[in-house]
T-cell receptor
Framework: LAKTTQPISMDSYEGQEVNITCSHN???????ITWYQQFPSQGPRFIIQ???TKVTNEVASLFIPADRKSSTLSLPRVSLSDTAVYYC?????????????FGPGTRLSVLP | GAGVSQSPSNKVTEKGKDVELRCDPI?????LYWYRQSLGQGLEFLIY????????KSGLPSDRFSAERTGGSVSTLTIQRTQQEDSAVYLC???????????????FGPGTRLTVL
């Protein structure tokens, strides 16, 4: 079971780029890395997913080094509405269920 | 289109009573998941269904918890003899198909806030 470690909280200011790093030292060959975002009183929402190198979509970028023991979620030019909890998940589709675990996440606070 | 819906949105019950929480997944989604989230905490995985089958029930906190899914659609999470420590937000999610090369995107409902007095 791949365990993830990410900072408990981060502060940023509007317009800045925010990078949240997640450590997953025992990631397995078939594991993917997925990030979710959760606003207060709502369920989590998918942001981005990747296996290696770099993935970019309209919301964020995900950087994964060659050894895949960590990953970095990059949010460009954050706004107040990006204040949320961000979860890093590592899991393998063939061993679903508890193998896909939401940890405590990183609470991002964007300040004006 | 319609997202995942859950009912009730809020439930207040007395200790010792049974409660049923309902989840309506996105139409056509074969996988369904239940999580629990205590105030200010991360999500605790409870159980998932592939179709009507739950391959692994070991995530359920105790034998007071049970879940079923019928017709590959609606799921019910039942908590018998509720305790105060059961108070939490219960989240349901669904995804399209587990038979793929990478993990499916899970679409979450708004949750049911359960308060046990």
């Amino acid at each position: 079971l791949a365990k993830t470690t990410q900072p408990i909280s981060m502060d940023s200011y509007e317009g800045q780029e925010v990078n949240i790093t997640c450590s997953h030292n025992n990631i397995a060959t078939n594991d993917y890395i997925t990030w979710y975002q959760q606003f207060p009183s709502q369920g989590p929402r998918f942001i981005i997913q990747g296996y290696k190198t770099k993935v970019t979509n309209e919301v964020a970028s995900l950087f994964i080094p060659a050894d895949r023991k960590s990953s970095t979620l990059s949010l460009p030019r954050v706004s107040l509405s990006d204040t949320a909890v961000y979860y890093c998940l590592v899991g393998d589709i063939k061993n679903y269920g508890q193998n896909f675990v939401f940890g405590p996440g990183t609470r991002l606070s964007v300040l004006p | 289109g319609a997202g995942v819906s859950q009912s009730p949105s809020n439930k207040v019950t007395e200790k010792g009573k049974d409660v049923e929480l309902r989840c309506d997944p996105i139409s056509g989604h074969t996988a369904l998941y239940w999580y629990r989230q205590s105030l200010g905490q991360g999500l605790e995985f409870l159980i998932y269904f592939q179709g009507n089958s739950a391959p692994d029930k070991s995530g359920l906190p105790s034998d007071r918890f049970s879940a079923e899914r019928t017709g590959g659609s609606v799921s019910t999470l039942t908590i018998q003899r509720t305790q105060q420590e059961d108070s939490a937000v219960y989240l349901c999610a669904s995804s399209l198909d587990l038979d793929r090369e990478m993990p499916d995107t899970q679409y979450f409902g708004p949750g049911t806030r359960l308060t046990v007095l």
